[in-house]
Every structure is written in structure tokens, then in C-alpha cells.
């Protein structure tokens, strides 16, 4: 990995937003809005991101967190796992009662 992916990288998950352009910490917020309640993406928000991204932007934008957090919520219901990769397997996934 790149030493500057790897700097973006760990600004976004390691809370140092001040290291990542405006543009990128509106992007990174969008994304959060969306994964944790997409109603919290307000009218004053959409036009704060309007300030900053073209239409066409935003609506890649709004696909790719769109896209991601569908697939995020695929794999947790299938309990898919990561056999086969490099990434860690037997994840664990919690079960709430309803």
C-alpha cells in the first residue's frame, strides 16, 4: 500500500480527519451518514456538499456508499466469511433477538 493511501487510510480510521482535504472529510461523512441512518443526510447538509461536489459527484458518491453499505448488510445476513483470501476468516457474527 502506498504511503498516502496508507495516510488517508489512517486518518479515516484512526479519527485524524485534520490530514484529509475537505473534500475528502465531506466524502468520509457522507459515507457515515449513510452507513448509520440515511435520513441524517439533511437538506442543509446536501447543500453544504453541493458547495463542494458537482451533481454527477454526488450522485457517484451516494452510489458508492450506496453500494457498499447493500453489500455490507449481504454479507452479515448470509454470514459469509472470508475463506480463501488474505484477509482473516471464521469472522464472528453477533445475533440480536427481536
Known amino acids: 500500500m502506498s504511503a498516502q493511501v496508507k495516510q488517508k487510510e489512517d486518518a479515516v480510521l484512526g479519527g485524524g480527519a485534520s490530514s484529509l482535504t475537505t473534500r475528502e472529510a465531506m466524502a468520509v461523512e457522507l459515507a457515515e451518514r ?5 435520513h441524517s443526510v439533511t437538506g442543509d447538509f446536501w447543500e453544504t456538499l453541493k458547495g463542494e461536489f ?7 458518491l451516494t452510489f458508492a456508499c450506496s453500494i457498499f453499505n447493500w453489500g ?10 472470508t475463506d480463501g483470501t488474505t484477509y482473516p476468516s471464521s469472522m464472528e457474527y453477533r445475533e440480536v433477538a427481536k
Do not use: R
Open 54 to 60: 458537482t451533481d454527477d459527484e454526488l450522485v457517484e
Open 72 to 81: 455490507n448488510k449481504f454479507n452479515i445476513t448470509m454470514q459469509l466469511d
Open 34 to 38: 449513510i452507513a448509520g441512518d440515511p
